[in-house]
C-alpha cells in the first residue's frame, strides 16, 4: 500500500525552479532514500510532500489522498513526520516538552472549545506514547528535564525523532540525518530506524547527501540531480553506477559524505 | 523625605503601565518575532471605551467588556501583522504595526474627539501611610502588573498553550512541521497581550486621562520597559518598568516635568546601546 | 580576441547608455526647475515642499533599500536642520536667551552648516545601532525624533516653543533673493543632483557593495564587506539631506514652529519610500510628489463642511490623513513589500509577458 507519492511535483521559488517534476513513491513498511548532492532540492521534495509548500504543478498522495495543497498539520494527521535537516529542536524547552508538543501540536486549532475538547480526550493516550518513546530512546528518558538547546548534537537528533514519532507516523521523513554528527552515532541512530521500521512497522524515507548512509539504510533509493529525478531503483542495482558518481560532480558513493 | 517617596509611589503606578506594556510587547515579540508598533493603542481603545461603556452599565461590566472587545481588535491587529506566508519579513510587520497605529489615531479621533477621558478611580480615598498618600488605583496597578508577570511566566512555562508559543519562536520551522499554525499562535499571543495591555489601559484612565494621541508615548515607554528585557524576559521588563516609571516621576519632581519623556527616552536610547554589544544584526 | 572586442562593444553600449540616461535627467531637472515660474502662487509652496520631502525621501529609501533599516526619525534630523539654519541665521543672546539678528550669521552659511550637524548627530547614533536589528533602530530613531521635538518645547527660550521663531532674514545668494519660485527652482536643482549622485553611487564600486548587501547580507559580509561601515553610511548621508532639506525649509517658510515637524512627518517619508519603492531614488521623488499631493488634497477635503451627507468635524483634516497614511502603509507593506512602484510595474510586465506568450 502506498503510503506516499508524488506525481510530476514542480516546486518554484519566484522566477527559480527548484523541483522540476519530480515522481516517487514510498509504500508502507518500505526503506526509501532520496539522495543527491546540495542544491539538488531534496528539501524542497520533502516540503512539498509534507505541505510546507506549496507545488506550482504535480500531485501529492498521502495514503490515497490527494493532498496537494494539504497544511502541514493536515499532512501530520494522516501519518507523515519530518524531522527537519539541522534538526530544530525548541531548544528553551525541556526535552520531555518538546516530545509532548510533538504529539500535540496537531490538535490545536482556533476554535477554541472543540481543540480543549481533543486535547483533554489525547492526554491519556499521548502519555502512552511518551512512554513508548522513552522506551525506543532510553537515553531521552534521562534527559527529560533538561532544556533541549543544552543537550548534544547526537541527543537533539534523537529528540527530533522522538517528537517527530510522539504523533504516531506510518512514514517518517528524515532530512540530512547525518549533519554534523559522528559517524559513530550517525550508525547508532541508523541502527535505530532499522528496528523501528522492522519492529514497528514504520516507513522511512531518508534524504540525504552520503549515498553511503542511503544504500546502507535503504532498500531503494531515488538520485536527484538540479531538481529531478536521474536514476531510482534498488540500491544494491544503483550502487557504483557512474550517473550516481556523476550526480555527485565527481564524488562517488564510497567518498566520505 | 516623605515627598521622595511620594514620588516613587507615583512613579511605581505609572511605571506599572509600562511594565504591563512591555511585558505584552515581550509576549508578541517571543511568540511571533514581531514587535507591536500599535501595542499603546490597545491601552488607549480600553479606557475609551470603558469611557463610553461606563454611561450605561457598572464600571466593572464596562471594564470587563472594554477589555474583551481589545481583545478582539488584537486578533484582528494580529493576522493583520502577520500578514503573508513567506512574503513578509519581520521588518514589514513592524512597519504595518506602524500603519495600524496611525490608522487607529485616525479611528480613535473620529469616535471619540480630541478631549481625553477619563471616569472615576476605584475609590477616592488615598491611604495615608506615614505622610505618603497612596491612591487604591496605584495599588491595584502595581499588584495587577506583579501578578500578570507571574501569570504570564506560568503561562509560557507550564501550560500547552504558552509553550507551543515559545516553540513557535525557538523554531518556526519545526513547529510548523509538527502541525502548529503559526498564524494560530500569533492570534494568540496578540490576543493574550492586547487583553493584559486593555487592563493596563483601564486601570490607567483614572489617573490620567486618554486620548487618541495617546498611544504612541504609551507603547514607547512599554518598549523601554521591554528593551530592559533585551525583549526576551518578561521579568525584567517588569523591573524596567517600574524603574523607568519612577526615574520619569523623579525627574517631574526635582527637574523639570518637561523633561520626563526626554529622559524616558534618553533611558531607553542608553538601554538600546548598551545591547547593542555583541548583538548581530539580521 | 573577439571575446575582447565583444566585450569593448557592450561597455562602449553601457557608457552611450549611461550617457543618454544622464542627459535625460539634466534635461527633466532643467524642466523642473523651470516649472515653478510658470505656476500660480499655492501651487508653487505645494511644488516647493514637494521638492523638499524629495530631498528627504531620496536619503531614507537609500537606507531602507540597501541597508534594509527602519528610520522612524527622519523628520528629527529634518527638525534639526531647519532649527540649526534658522536659529544661526537670527542668532541669540545666550545671557537674555532673545532672539538677536545682529548675532545671526548669514544664511547661506548657516544652509551650508545644517547639514554637517545632522551628519555628525547621525553618526553619533548610528554608530551603536547599526549592529541591531530593524526593530531597535526604528525605535531608537523615533525616540531621537520625540527628544528633538520634545526639546522644542522644553527649551523654548531658544526655540520659541510653541509660539514659534520668525525667520525675518531672507537666503541670499550672490545677490538673488532665494524665495518663492526661485526657492523652488534651486529646491528641484538639488532634487536633479540628488539623483544624478546617487545613480553614479548606484554603478560604482560602492554601489556594487550596497547590492550585494541588500541581496544576502550575511554573504556579503563574509566576503569581506564592511558591512556596518556602509550601513552607517547610509545613515548619516540619509540625516545629511533630510538636515539640508530642513535648512532650506526654513527659508521656504521664512517661519519654524512645531506643527511642521511632528511625529507624522517622519512617518509620512516612510510611506512615500514605499510607495517609490525600497532603493528606487527615483520611486522617492514619486512618493513624495504624491503624498504632498494627497496630503494636500485631503486637507481641502476635510475643511469642507460636509461630506457625502456627512457633517465633518472640525478635526476632519487629521482623521482623514491619518486614516489615509495609515492604510497605504499598511496596504503597500501587505501586498508590496518592495513598494508600490515595483509591485505595480512588476505585475504590469508580468500580465504583459504573459500575454505575449499565450499570443504566440
Known amino acids: 500500500m502506498t503510503l506516499l507519492a508524488l506525481e510530476d511535483v514542480v516546486v518554484r521559488y519566484g522566477q527559480a525552479v527548484a523541483v522540476d517534476g519530480v515522481s516517487l513513491a514510498v509504500g508502507s513498511g518500505e526503506r526509501v532514500a532520496l539522495i543527491g548532492p546540495n542544491g539538488a532540492g531534496k528539501t524542497s521534495v520533502l516540503n512539498a510532500a509534507c505541505g510546507v509548500i506549496r507545488p506550482a504543478a504535480g500531485r501529492v498522495e498521502i495514503d490515497g489522498r490527494v493532498l496537494t495543497h494539504a497544511t502541514p498539520a493536515a499532512v501530520v494527521r494522516r501519518g507523515i513526520s519530518q524531522v527537519p535537516e539541522g534538526r530544530h529542536v525548541f531548544a528553551t524547552l525541556p526535552v520531555e516538552a518538546n516530545l509532548l508538543l510533538g504529539a500535540y501540536g496537531r490538535v490545536f486549532r482556533l476554535e477554541i472549545v472543540s481543540s480543549t475538547l481533543r486535547y483533554l480526550r489525547s492526554k491519556r493516550d499521548v502519555r502512552e506514547q511518551l512512554e513508548r518513546v522513552y522506551e525506543l530512546l532510553p537515553n531521552l528518558r534521562e534527559l527529560r528535564e533538561r532544556p533541549a538547546g543544552r543537550t548534544s548534537g547526537g541527543e537533539q537528533q534523537m529528540v527530533a525523532i522522538g517528537r517527530a514519532l510522539m504523533a504516531r507516523p506510518r512514514l517518517l521523513a528524515i532530512d540530512e540525518l547525518s549533519l554534523g554528527l559522528a559517524p559513530v552515532l550517525v550508525q547508532a541512530l541508523a541502527e535505530f530506524l532499522v528496528r523501528l521500521n522492522e519492529e514497528e512497522g514504520v516507513a522511512i524515507l531518508l534524504v540525504d547527501q552520503s549515498a553511503a548512509l542511503a544504500f546502507s539504510l535503504c532498500e531503494r533509493a531515488y538520485v536527484l540531480e538540479t531538481g529531478r529525478v536521474v536514476l531510482d531503483g534498488a540500491s544494491r542495482d544503483l550502487e557504483g553506477r557512474s550517473e550516481v558518481r556523476s550526480a555527485y560532480l565527481g564524488r562517488g558513493p564510497d567518498d566520505p559524505a | 523625605m516623605t515627598t521622595f517617596f511620594q514620588f516613587v509611589v507615583v512613579g511605581i503606578s505609572t511605571g506599572s503601565v509600562f511594565a504591563i506594556v512591555g511585558m505584552s510587547l515581550v509576549l508578541v515579540y517571543r511568540a511571533t518575532g514581531i514587535v507591536n508598533f500599535a501595542q499603546g493603542v490597545f491601552a488607549v481603545l480600553a479606557g475609551l471605551l470603558t469611557y463610553s461603556f461606563v454611561q450605561h452599565m457598572p464600571l466593572a461590566l464596562a471594564a470587563v467588556l472594554a477589555t474583551l472587545v481589545t481583545a478582539l481588535v488584537a486578533t484582528l491587529v494580529a493576522v493583520v501583522a502577520v500578514g503573508f506566508r513567506g512574503r513578509t519579513t519581520h521588518l514589514a510587520s513592524l512597519i504595518i504595526t506602524v500603519g495600524i497605529a496611525i490608522f487607529a489615531e485616525a479611528v480613535l479621533l473620529a469616535a471619540f474627539g480630541e478631549v481625553p477621558r477619563s471616569y472615576p478611580a476605584i475609590s477616592d480615598r488615598a491611604w495615608d501611610v506615614g505622610g505618603v498618600l497612596i491612591q487604591p488605583q496605584y495599588a491595584v496597578l502595581a499588584l495587577v502588573a506583579l501578578a500578570a508577570a507571574l501569570l504570564l511566566t506560568l503561562f509560557l512555562r507550564r501550560t500547552i498553550v504558552g509553550q507551543a508559543l515559545v516553540a513557535a519562536a525557538d523554531s518556526p520551522r519545526a513547529a510548523e512541521l509538527i502541525g502548529l499554525n503559526l498564524r494560530s499562535i500569533a492570534v494568540i499571543a496578540f490576543a493574550v497581550a492586547g487583553a493584559l495591555t486593555a487592563v493596563g489601559g483601564v486601570l490607567l484612565a483614572p489617573t490620567v486621562p486618554v486620548s487618541y494621541s495617546s498611544g504612541l508615548t504609551i507603547t514607547i515607554n512599554g518598549f523601554a520597559a521591554a528593551v530592559f528585557g533585551g525583549l526576551v524576559s518578561i521579568r525584567l521588563a517588569l523591573l524596567g518598568g517600574f524603574a523607568l516609571g519612577v526615574l520619569q516621576q523623579l525627574v517631574v519632581g526635582y527637574v523639570d516635568s518637561q523633561y520626563s519623556l526626554i529622559i524616558a527616552l534618553l533611558v531607553m536610547l542608553v538601554l538600546i546601546g548598551w545591547r547593542s554589544r555583541g548583538e548581530l544584526a539580521v | ?360
Open chain 3, 1 to 360: 580576441m573577439s571575446a575582447e572586442l565583444a566585450a569593448q562593444g557592450r561597455t562602449a553600449r553601457r557608457r552611450r547608455v549611461g550617457a543618454a540616461r544622464v542627459a535625460a535627467l539634466v534635461g527633466a531637472t532643467a524642466f523642473a526647475c523651470w516649472l515653478p515660474f510658470q505656476l500660480g502662487l499655492g501651487d508653487v509652496g505645494l511644488y516647493d515642499r514637494m521638492g523638499l520631502y524629495a530631498l528627504v525621501a531620496i536619503g531614507l529609501t537609500l537606507l531602507m533599500g540597501f541597508a534594509g533599516q527602519v528610520s522612524l526619525g527622519q523628520g528629527g534630523f529634518f527638525l534639526i536642520g531647519a532649527y540649526t539654519s534658522g536659529l544661526l541665521t537670527m542668532g541669540f543672546d545666550a545671557e537674555e536667551r532673545l532672539i538677536d539678528p545682529q548675532a545671526g550669521i548669514d544664511p547661506l552659511l548657516a544652509v551650508a552648516i545644517a547639514p554637517f550637524v545632522t551628519a555628525a548627530i547621525a553618526v553619533v547614533i548610528g554608530i551603536p545601532l547599526m549592529r541591531l536589528r530593524g526593530h531597535y533602530l526604528a525605535f531608537a530613531t523615533l525616540a531621537f525624533a520625540l527628544i528633538a521635538w520634545s526639546l522644542l518645547y522644553a527649551q523654548d527660550g531658544y526655540t520659541g516653543g510653541q509660539y514659534g521663531v520668525t525667520v525675518s532674514k531672507r537666503l541670499v545668494v550672490a545677490g538673488h533673493e532665494i524665495t518663492g519660485a526661485t526657492h523652488a527652482a534651486v529646491v528641484w536643482g538639488l532634487v536633479g543632483l540628488a539623483l544624478l549622485l546617487s545613480t553614479n553611487l548606484v554603478s560604482s564600486r560602492v554601489g556594487r557593495a550596497l547590492q550585494a548587501i541588500a541581496a544576502n547580507e550575511p554573504a556579503a559580509a563574509a566576503s569581506g564587506i564592511n558591512v556596518a561601515l556602509y550601513k552607517l553610511q547610509l545613515f548619516v548621508f540619509a540625516a545629511a539631506m533630510a538636515g539640508l532639506a530642513g535648512a532650506l525649509f526654513t527659508f521656504f517658510a521664512q517661519f519654524l514652529g512645531p506643527e511642521d515637524f511632528g511625529i507624522i512627518v517622519s512617518l509620512l517619508f516612510v510611506v512615500m519610500v514605499s510607495i517609490g519603492g525600497l532603493g528606487s531614488v527615483y520611486g522617492a521623488v514619486v512618493g513624495a510628489v504624491t503624498i504632498v499631493y494627497v496630503e494636500h488634497k485631503l486637507r481641502d477635503l476635510g475643511t469642507h463642511e460636509t461630506l457625502l451627507g456627512w457633517d465633518l468635524p472640525s478635526t476632519a483634516p487629521s482623521i482623514l490623513s491619518l486614516g489615509v497614511f495609515g492604510l497605504l502603509l499598511i496596504v503597500i507593506m501587505l501586498f508590496f513589500p518592495h513598494g508600490l512602484l515595483p509591485g505595480i510595474t512588476g505585475a504590469v510586465r508580468g500580465a504583459w509577458a504573459r500575454f505575449a506568450r499565450e499570443s504566440n
